[in-house]
């Protein structure tokens, strides 16, 4: 680790923090419902769908209207990739998408996944990626920033009987920050060199005088939803390490910005919305503390080696170069890592198969902590939210009160939705890895033996269930077996995550707000994000650590006892 490369990593947070106060203010507006810049296209989309956009949705109905949304957006694109191959825009001729994969990539984009068992370049078509998957990356992301302000609103007033309405929600947020956003951005990208064309691909004349042929699209665009929106799916099958996602470190820096912004923004929109700001400050304040103890130890742990490499007479100057781009450095590899994993976003720019095992476990286990720090666009918010609802329970135990939350009292009910929303990931992960462990049809999938085979394949559950999208990269996914799972377990981990997290915000809705007294918590401190952040950090350890100890931890101790598996 070098002064440069922490000076580096300064710098990125520190832009990304001065951009998401002002952007926080913008978010809360939307919320409100006080930007209209674009009122008259508004309207022809509510006239279009027969909304009325002044109509208040229970819990129930606001989520059901998300579930239709969303269920819309699966057949629409599932048909679509199954029929690609008679559709136009098609310049390489790439043929339609077999069942299997057609459903898992439909599920995968749908759930702000974004977990590709395909190589983009060379299994979708221009129209593919444009009219699907691009505009999954924009409804998927306008999904869980909807349902972030439904529960910010939950308790910001009492005796709520509606948490607004999904549709309008789902419009402003696409029309006023998400699409703005992307284009700016994507203009960025191109003046940077990535490209924007329709053109098919180009040929080039190699250094030993062979033909090649370069993969050309509509990349730029493409790619700024993909972090705007934490989604993750690149347009190239190696993601931000192909040198025309990721051409450069300004690049790279850019793409963790736009990771970053709009979920730690999230956070201090809440503080807005609830009419304390120091609420939202307090959310922030655990979320960075994570991204730069995770970034911390990826960094380190990269910067040390392999023990294997460096017994053989390898440079430890160097550190562990393997499956990283020297043009990004080990800085900017540590914190890409941290934060796309820790936002929910799933882009790579190196490839963790070849990351030392703790680089390695590190990621994997923010992924496992529930993808709230800062967690993707507005479900890391309301992942966040429920983590705070067990910090305030888990006090209240301590000194024999009933618990508190912003004014609400936090009962049996809420406590028993959030474990029950707290436990789909651990099911999900968990036991879809054991059962692949053992059975022949997912054992031939794995490339390596031993505890970096295990890791692959709990890597590629954690990833699937958390609506991460990153894989380690030695799996071989696309089977009908991995793809069937692995977009089950997309579908619990977005979906049977959300329902009982919307249940309880009705609850939360439902209770009266009283002003807080000399008994209460404070929530907006230290003590509270200390004892936050421990109840996350103790949640994954108590759930995962067995199955990490058995992966990453145990191909740790085997490579500095000089062997491997």
């Given at each position: 680790?070098?002064?440069?490369?922490?000076?580096?990593?300064?710098?990125?947070?520190?832009?990304?923090?001065?951009?998401?106060?002002?952007?926080?203010?913008?978010?809360?507006?939307?919320?409100?419902?006080?930007?209209?810049?674009?009122?008259?296209?508004?309207?022809?989309?509510?006239?279009?769908?027969?909304?009325?956009?002044?109509?208040?949705?229970?819990?129930?109905?606001?989520?059901?209207?998300?579930?239709?949304?969303?269920?819309?957006?699966?057949?629409?694109?599932?048909?679509?990739?199954?029929?690609?191959?008679?559709?136009?825009?098609?310049?390489?001729?790439?043929?339609?998408?077999?069942?299997?994969?057609?459903?898992?990539?439909?599920?995968?984009?749908?759930?702000?996944?974004?977990?590709?068992?395909?190589?983009?370049?060379?299994?979708?078509?221009?129209?593919?990626?444009?009219?699907?998957?691009?505009?999954?990356?924009?409804?998927?992301?306008?999904?869980?920033?909807?349902?972030?302000?439904?529960?910010?609103?939950?308790?910001?007033?009492?005796?709520?009987?509606?948490?607004?309405?999904?549709?309008?929600?789902?419009?402003?947020?696409?029309?006023?920050?998400?699409?703005?956003?992307?284009?700016?951005?994507?203009?960025?990208?191109?003046?940077?060199?990535?490209?924007?064309?329709?053109?098919?691909?180009?040929?080039?004349?190699?250094?030993?005088?062979?033909?090649?042929?370069?993969?050309?699209?509509?990349?730029?665009?493409?790619?700024?939803?993909?972090?705007?929106?934490?989604?993750?799916?690149?347009?190239?099958?190696?993601?931000?390490?192909?040198?025309?996602?990721?051409?450069?470190?300004?690049?790279?820096?850019?793409?963790?910005?736009?990771?970053?912004?709009?979920?730690?923004?999230?956070?201090?929109?809440?503080?807005?919305?609830?009419?304390?700001?120091?609420?939202?400050?307090?959310?922030?304040?655990?979320?960075?503390?994570?991204?730069?103890?995770?970034?911390?130890?990826?960094?380190?742990?990269?910067?040390?080696?392999?023990?294997?490499?460096?017994?053989?007479?390898?440079?430890?100057?160097?550190?562990?170069?393997?499956?990283?781009?020297?043009?990004?450095?080990?800085?900017?590899?540590?914190?890409?890592?941290?934060?796309?994993?820790?936002?929910?976003?799933?882009?790579?720019?190196?490839?963790?198969?070849?990351?030392?095992?703790?680089?390695?476990?590190?990621?994997?286990?923010?992924?496992?902590?529930?993808?709230?720090?800062?967690?993707?666009?507005?479900?890391?918010?309301?992942?966040?939210?429920?983590?705070?609802?067990?910090?305030?329970?888990?006090?209240?135990?301590?000194v024999g009160r009933t618990p508190e939350y912003l004014g609400k009292k936090v009962q049996a009910r809420e406590i028993k939705l959030a474990m029950l929303a707290v436990l789909v990931l651990p099911a999900a992960i968990l036991g879809f890895a054991a059962v692949s462990m053992v059975l022949p049809a997912a054992i031939t999938s794995i490339q390596d033996a031993g505890p970096h085979g295990l890791s692959e394949m709990l890597y590629a559950y954690s990833s699937a269930a958390g609506n991460n999208g990153s894989a380690f990269g030695g799996l071989t996914a696309d089977t009908p077996w991995l793809n069937t799972t692995l977009g089950l377990a997309m579908l619990l981990g977005r979906f049977a995550y959300?329902?009982?997290?919307?249940?309880?915000?009705?609850?939360?809705?439902?209770?009266?707000?009283?002003?807080?007294?000399?008994?209460?918590?404070?929530?907006?401190?230290?003590?509270?994000?200390?004892?936050?952040?421990?109840?996350?950090?103790?949640?994954?350890?108590?759930?995962?650590?067995?199955?990490?100890?058995?992966?990453?931890?145990?191909?740790?101790?085997?490579?500095?006892?000089?062997?491997?598996?």
């Amino acid at each position: 680790m070098t002064a440069h490369g922490w000076a580096q990593i300064a710098l990125v947070l520190a832009v990304i923090l001065l951009t998401a106060v002002p952007l926080s203010r913008y978010i809360a507006a939307i919320a409100a419902g006080r930007v209209t810049f674009l009122a008259p296209l508004e309207r022809l989309f509510y006239r279009a769908g027969g909304i009325d956009p002044g109509q208040g949705q229970g819990w129930r109905g606001y989520t059901l209207a998300m579930l239709a949304t969303n269920a819309l957006g699966f057949l629409l694109l599932y048909a679509l990739l199954r029929l690609q191959g008679a559709l136009p825009l098609n310049p390489q001729g790439l043929p339609g998408l077999s069942p299997w994969l057609a459903f898992n990539t439909a599920v995968s984009f749908v759930t702000n996944t974004n977990w590709q068992a395909y190589s983009g370049e060379v299994a979708m078509s221009h129209l593919s990626q444009m009219a699907g998957l691009a505009v999954q990356n924009f409804l998927s992301a306008a999904t869980g920033i909807a349902l972030a302000f439904a529960v910010s609103r939950a308790f910001a007033a009492g005796n709520l009987r509606a948490l607004g309405n999904f549709w309008t929600d789902f419009t402003r947020i696409t029309l006023y920050l998400l699409l703005p956003l992307s284009l700016v951005l994507g203009l960025a990208f191109v003046a940077l060199g990535l490209p924007q064309t329709l053109a098919g691909g180009v040929e080039a004349t190699t250094l030993e005088g062979a033909r090649q042929s370069i993969a050309l699209g509509p990349v730029a665009l493409q790619v700024a939803i993909k972090h705007l929106g934490t989604n993750g799916g690149g347009f190239f099958g190696v993601n931000s390490a192909h040198p025309l996602e990721g051409p450069s470190a300004l690049v790279t820096a850019l793409q963790i910005w736009a990771q970053q912004v709009i979920p730690f923004a999230l956070a201090l929109a809440f503080g807005r919305i609830v009419g304390d700001a120091r609420q939202g400050r307090a959310l922030l304040a655990v979320m960075l503390l994570y991204v730069l103890g995770a970034t911390a130890a990826i960094y380190a742990a990269e910067a040390a080696g392999n023990p294997l490499h460096l017994a053989a007479g390898l440079d430890p100057a160097l550190g562990n170069m393997e499956g990283k781009e020297v043009r990004f450095g080990l800085a900017l590899t540590a914190l890409f890592t941290a934060t796309t994993t820790g936002a929910s976003c799933g882009a790579v720019n190196a490839m963790l198969d070849s990351f030392t095992p703790l680089g390695g476990m590190v990621p994997m286990f923010l992924i496992q902590l529930g993808e709230v720090l800062p967690g993707g666009v507005g479900s890391g918010l309301y992942g966040m939210l429920v983590f705070a609802m067990l910090s305030v329970f888990v006090a209240g135990l301590m000194v024999g009160r009933t618990p508190e939350y912003l004014g609400k009292k936090v009962q049996a009910r809420e406590i028993k939705l959030a474990m029950l929303a707290v436990l789909v990931l651990p099911a999900a992960i968990l036991g879809f890895a054991a059962v692949s462990m053992v059975l022949p049809a997912a054992i031939t999938s794995i490339q390596d033996a031993g505890p970096h085979g295990l890791s692959e394949m709990l890597y590629a559950y954690s990833s699937a269930a958390g609506n991460n999208g990153s894989a380690f990269g030695g799996l071989t996914a696309d089977t009908p077996w991995l793809n069937t799972t692995l977009g089950l377990a997309m579908l619990l981990g977005r979906f049977a995550y959300v329902v009982p997290v919307m249940a309880l915000a009705g609850a939360i809705a439902a209770k009266p707000r009283a002003p807080e007294g000399a008994g209460s918590l404070p929530t907006h401190g230290p003590l509270f994000a200390g004892l936050l952040a421990g109840v996350i950090l103790i949640l994954g350890g108590l759930q995962f650590l067995p199955a990490l100890a058995l992966g990453p931890l145990a191909e740790h101790f085997l490579l500095f006892a000089g062997t491997t598996f």
